[in-house]
C-alpha cells in the first residue's frame, strides 16, 4: 500500500504561497494523488486531483515529479481563511482499488495576519 | 441539494451497546465509503461500497459492519461498542472509480463509547 507522509504543521502569512509537499514513496502505477481541505466540525472537500507533471484549477496547482513518489499542493497568496487541515490521498483509480484508499495524517495550515 | 446527510450529529454509548450510523446521498453515486477521523491518524477506511448489493473492508474493517440495500443509503453498525471506537466518523461517495474520483463527504457524526 503507498503510504503517504506529511508534515504535521505549516505556518504563512496572508498573501503568501505555501507549498505542502506529500511522501508517497511506495505509489503504484494505477494510483492518483488527491488532496483535500478540511476545516474543523466539517468534512474533507476535494482540491485538485493528478496523476503526472502538473494541473493547476482555479484555487491551487499540484506539482507531481516524474517519479511520483512525492506530490507537492501549491496555494497561491493564502488568506486567513485558507486556515485547515490539508490531507494527501494516494489511490488506485480501478474497481478494486477501493481498499487501498489511503490518507495521510493532514499539514495543519496556520495563516496569520 | 442536500449531498450526504448523516445521523445524528453526534451520540454518547454506553459500552456493549449496537449503534447505526446512518448515511444517505442524492447524487446517485455508485461509491460510498465509511472513514473514521481520530486526533494524528488522519482518516482511516472503515468499510466502502462500489455498488449498491456489494460492500469491501478496508483498512480497519473490525468491530464494524456496513450494508448497502439501494444506491442512496450506506448505514454502519457497531454491534457491541468499546471505547477504542470513540472517534469522528465521515461517510462519503464517489461517481467515478475509487482513487481517481472526487470524494465527497457528510458532515460527520462524533461517537463517544464510555
Known amino acids: 500500500l503507498a503510504k503517504t507522509t506529511q508534515p504535521i504543521s505549516m505556518d504563512s502569512y496572508e498573501g503568501q504561497e505555501v507549498n505542502i509537499t506529500c511522501s508517497h514513496n511506495n505509489i503504484a502505477t494505477n494510483d492518483y494523488i488527491t488532496w483535500y481541505q478540511q476545516f474543523p466540525s466539517q468534512g474533507p472537500r476535494f482540491i485538485i486531483q493528478?496523476?503526472?507533471t502538473k494541473v493547476t484549477n482555479e484555487v491551487a496547482s499540484l506539482f507531481i515529479p516524474a517519479d511520483r513518489k512525492s506530490s507537492t499542493l501549491s496555494l497561491p497568496r493564502v488568506s486567513l481563511s485558507d486556515t485547515a487541515v490539508y490531507y494527501c490521498l494516494v489511490g488506485a483509480g480501478f474497481s478494486g482499488g477501493y481498499n487501498k484508499l489511503i490518507f495521510g495524517a493532514g499539514t495543519r495550515l496556520a495563516v496569520h495576519p | 441539494i442536500a449531498g450526504i446527510t448523516q445521523a445524528p450529529t453526534s451520540q454518547i454509548l454506553a459500552a456493549g451497546r449496537r449503534m447505526t450510523l446512518r448515511c444517505t446521498q442524492d447524487m446517485r453515486h455508485n461509491a460510498m465509503y465509511w472513514y473514521r477521523q481520530d486526533l494524528g491518524l488522519g482518516l482511516r477506511l472503515i468499510h466502502y461500497s462500489n455498488t449498491a448489493g456489494t460492500t469491501g473492508k478496508g483498512e480497519v474493517p473490525d468491530g464494524y459492519s456496513v450494508s448497502r440495500a439501494n444506491t442512496d443509503d450506506f448505514p454502519l453498525t457497531l454491534a457491541s461498542a468499546v471505547p477504542s471506537q470513540t472517534s469522528v466518523y465521515f461517510c462519503a461517495s464517489s461517481g467515478g472509480l475509487a482513487g481517481a474520483a472526487e470524494q465527497f463527504f457528510g458532515p460527520g457524526t462524533r461517537l463517544t463509547v464510555l
Open positions: 493528478g496523476y503526472k
